[in-house]
């Protein structure tokens, strides 16, 4: 049947919500797209003016189809080149979704993306709809063909999994700046002590290249070996050059709410690296370098003004 002018209105008031519910739950923005239009075509396909309560319809939809591209993409990640990471996405991005409260803002951070990949499919739906958009079980139940009971006991359980016990801090875009150039100093003097200090003694360090562009599967761990390989990392090098092709500009910047070192050549981003603060310390470096989940971002950093690099490789 086909949509009057109305039902795609409709559809479209809605995409932005949708893209953030897909975004959290599938770690992806590529994905989350892809999801959001393959709700918005069974929707083309509904008998629409039967639909009673249709924000309801499509996020039931859209979530049930989420469910099912999770639960393909665990036995993709087994074959996955290397650590696989979450999309980053850099401040400003509407795809990060509402970020009025706490729990909202948490529930997009990168730290707790990468905790999400701990729960099962369905865990992972309960936890985004109940913590980021504050569904209540009732409705969670529906979208999810279970019973309440049943909902408010997997969000228990799947808050035990996201939680790590660390208290991390609310950051905002002046204090992640500062944070970064603080790294980012400490980073390019030569020396591993300056790192080490603003280090948690359990530190890791990961990246995500996704076998297209270097980067080590394997997580550097504790303080001095992260703080070893950063040292190398941040210095400039003709094989780092010519791996991404041109001169890496480095910026501070913020991604999925948090500080966050964005490099750049020639206007691509070719890296972004989220850092996971507490208040112990610097507890996570994670670098996202695979080229396909960079290229939502390279849009956003193309939209923005940045002003001067901090550093070059």
């Not at 707790?112 to 913590?131: C, H, K, M, T």
């Not at 003694?201 to 070996?225: I, L, Q, T, W, Y």
Request: proline share 5%.
């Amino acid at each position: 049947m086909a949509l009057t002018m109305s039902d795609v209105d409709r559809f479209e008031a809605a995409r932005p919500r949708l893209e953030a519910i897909a975004y959290r739950l599938l770690g992806s923005a590529s994905e989350a797209e892809d999801a959001v239009q393959e709700t918005f075509l069974r929707w083309q396909a509904a008998d629409v003016a039967r639909i009673e309560v249709p924000e309801a319809w499509l996020t039931k939809a859209l979530t049930n189809l989420c469910l099912t591209m999770l639960t393909s993409a665990r036995a993709r990640r087994e074959t996955y080149v290397g650590r696989w990471l979450p999309e980053p996405l850099l401040a400003g991005d509407p795809m990060l979704g509402p970020a009025d409260t706490a729990e909202q803002r948490d529930s997009v951070s990168y730290a707790v993306l990468v905790l999400l990949e701990r729960l099962s499919p369905g865990e992972r739906a309960v936890y985004v709809l109940r913590e980021a958009f504050g569904y209540p079980h009732r409705e969670i139940a529906e979208i999810l063909d279970i019973s309440q009971a049943a909902s408010q006991q997997i969000l228990h359980r799947a808050r035990k999994h996201v939680a790590d016990g660390r208290a991390r801090t609310e950051i905002d875009e002046a204090a992640a700046r500062r944070i970064v150039e603080e790294f980012l100093a400490a980073a390019v003097s030569g020396r591993t002590e300056p790192l080490v200090r603003l280090l948690t003694e359990d530190a890791v360090s990961v990246g995500d290249g996704g076998g297209k562009v270097p980067a080590r599967a394997k997580a550097f761990e504790g303080a001095r070996a992260v703080a070893t390989f950063l040292r190398g990392l941040f210095k400039p090098s003709p094989a780092k050059r010519a791996h991404v092709g041109g001169v890496p500009e480095i910026y501070a910047a913020t991604a999925n709410g948090g500080p966050a070192i964005v490099a750049v050549v020639d206007g691509r981003v070719v890296g972004i690296t989220c850092l996971d603060v507490t208040t112990e310390g610097i507890v996570a470096i994670r670098s996202q370098v695979n080229p396909d989940k960079l290229v939502r971002a390279t849009g956003r950093w193309a939209a923005e003004d940045h002003g001067d690099a901090l550093h070059t490789l």
